[in-house]
C-alpha cells in the first residue's frame, strides 16, 4: 500500500517539472514578440513623425551644369529630428541609387544646427560625377527620390539643353 503514495509522489514532480519548464519557454516567447511588438511601434512612431517636403523649385536651376551636381532644399515639415548633414536621406537619381559619399547635405536655416529640426531646410547636394550621370546629355527629365524614415517624397525636373 506504501508504493501508491510514493508512485504518485513521484508523478506530482514530474509534473511540477514540465510544468515550470513550459512556463520558462512560454514567458521567453512572451518576452520576445513583446519586444518585437515595442521595437515596432518605435519604428512606426518615428515613420509617422517624419515628414520631409523638397521646396526647390524644378524650373529654378537645381542642375549645375559646370560642377555637373544637382542641389535641392528639402524642409522638415515632420517632428522627428534628423541628422543635419543629410546622413539619414537616401537618394535615388534617374532610377540609380546614390551612395552616401555622393551626397553632402547641410541645414542652411539656422546657423550651427545640432540637428534639422521642424521647419528647417536642409541643402542637400548630389554629385553626379559620382554617380556616373550626366542630366545635360540624354534624356531632359529627371527624377530624385527622396526617403527618410519611410518618408518618400519624389521631385521631378528638367534640363535645357
Same mark, same amino acid.
Given at each position: 500500500? /506504501?508504493?501508491?503514495?510514493?508512485?504518485?509522489?513521484?508523478?506530482? %514532480?514530474?509534473?511540477?517539472?514540465? /510544468?515550470?519548464?513550459?512556463?520558462?519557454?512560454? +514567458? +521567453?516567447?512572451?518576452?520576445?514578440?513583446?519586444?518585437? %511588438?515595442?521595437? $515596432?511601434?518605435?519604428?512606426?512612431? &518615428? &515613420?509617422?513623425? +517624419?515628414? @520631409?517636403?523638397?521646396?526647390?523649385?524644378?524650373?529654378?536651376? %537645381?542642375?549645375?551644369?559646370?560642377?555637373?551636381?544637382?542641389?535641392?532644399?528639402?524642409?522638415?515639415?515632420?517632428?522627428?529630428?534628423?541628422?543635419?548633414?543629410?546622413? $539619414?536621406?537616401?537618394?535615388?537619381?534617374?532610377? &540609380?541609387?546614390?551612395?552616401?559619399? /555622393? +551626397?553632402? !547635405?547641410?541645414?542652411?536655416? @539656422?546657423?550651427?544646427?545640432?540637428?534639422?529640426?521642424? !521647419?528647417?531646410?536642409?541643402?542637400? =547636394?548630389?554629385?553626379?560625377?559620382?554617380?556616373?550621370?550626366?542630366?545635360?546629355? $540624354? =534624356?531632359?527629365?529627371?527624377?530624385?527620390?527622396?526617403?527618410?524614415?519611410?518618408?518618400?517624397?519624389?521631385?521631378?525636373?528638367?534640363?535645357?539643353?
Amino acid at each position: 500500500m /506504501a508504493s501508491v503514495p510514493v508512485s504518485h509522489l513521484i508523478l506530482f %514532480v514530474a509534473s511540477l517539472v514540465i /510544468a515550470a519548464g513550459v512556463v520558462g519557454t512560454v +514567458t +521567453t516567447g512572451v518576452d520576445r514578440v513583446s519586444s518585437a %511588438v515595442e521595437d $515596432g511601434s518605435l519604428d512606426a512612431t &518615428q &515613420q509617422l513623425r +517624419t515628414d @520631409v517636403t523638397v521646396i526647390s523649385d524644378p524650373n529654378g536651376g %537645381v542642375y549645375n551644369g559646370t560642377e555637373n551636381n544637382v542641389t535641392l532644399l528639402v524642409k522638415n515639415t515632420g517632428t522627428q529630428r534628423l541628422a543635419p548633414d543629410g546622413s $539619414g536621406v537616401d537618394v535615388v537619381f534617374d532610377g &540609380q541609387y546614390v551612395r552616401p559619399d /555622393a +551626397t553632402t !547635405g547641410e541645414v542652411v536655416s @539656422v546657423d550651427g544646427a545640432t540637428a534639422w529640426s521642424r !521647419g528647417d531646410v536642409l541643402r542637400l =547636394t548630389i554629385d553626379l560625377d559620382v554617380v556616373g550621370v550626366d542630366p545635360a546629355g $540624354g =534624356t531632359s527629365d529627371h527624377r530624385v527620390y527622396l526617403t527618410v524614415n519611410g518618408d518618400e517624397e519624389l521631385f521631378r525636373f528638367r534640363v535645357e539643353a
